[in-house]
């Protein structure tokens, strides 16, 4: 059986290392156990890098810590070159290139808490899930 691939949204990464409780973290912890594989491009980890270094704080993280999620992403992840832009294409134009890094990858799941950000991605026969529906099909 193949491990199941999915672009992993900013929103389900901060939630995740936010709260042991969650959908999220759960999915994280599927990501540690190589049981889902995260979908990466450049301009993703970047924004990841962003988000989780302006809520370094709220988070708990140090800049080590953050690294280690960084870097524990690449070690599991499917990094993807995006070789088309169609933007703008979704409602939030920085959530463009999630939706490109989804195609690119053959039409993975997008995971997000964001859902409504992404209503043109069925236009791609793209998925977006929230983490608790996404926890149900992995299982």
């Not at 990466?40 to 988070?59: D, I, K, P």
């Not at 070690?75 to 134009?93: E, Q, S, T, Y």
């Not at 939706?99 to 998925?127: C, S």
């Amino acid at each position: 059986m193949t491990t199941p691939r999915a672009v992993i949204d900013t929103s389900v990464l901060y939630a995740g290392l936010y709260s042991a409780n969650g959908a999220s973290f759960q999915i994280l912890s599927l990501i540690e156990e190589r049981r889902l594989t995260p979908v990466l491009s450049t301009t993703l980890l970047f924004e990841y890098e962003e988000v989780l270094t302006r809520g370094h704080e709220e988070l708990g993280l140090s800049e080590n810590d953050i690294e280690d999620v960084l870097n524990g992403f690449c070690k599991r992840g499917d990094n993807r070159r995006i070789h088309f832009l169609w933007r703008p294409h979704l409602r939030d134009v920085k959530d463009d290139h999630v939706l490109e890094l989804a195609v690119a990858a053959g039409g993975v799941d997008i995971l997000t808490h964001n859902i409504k950000d992404f209503d043109a991605a069925d236009t791609f026969g793209i998925r977006v899930l929230p983490p608790s529906a996404a926890l149900r099909e992995f299982r």
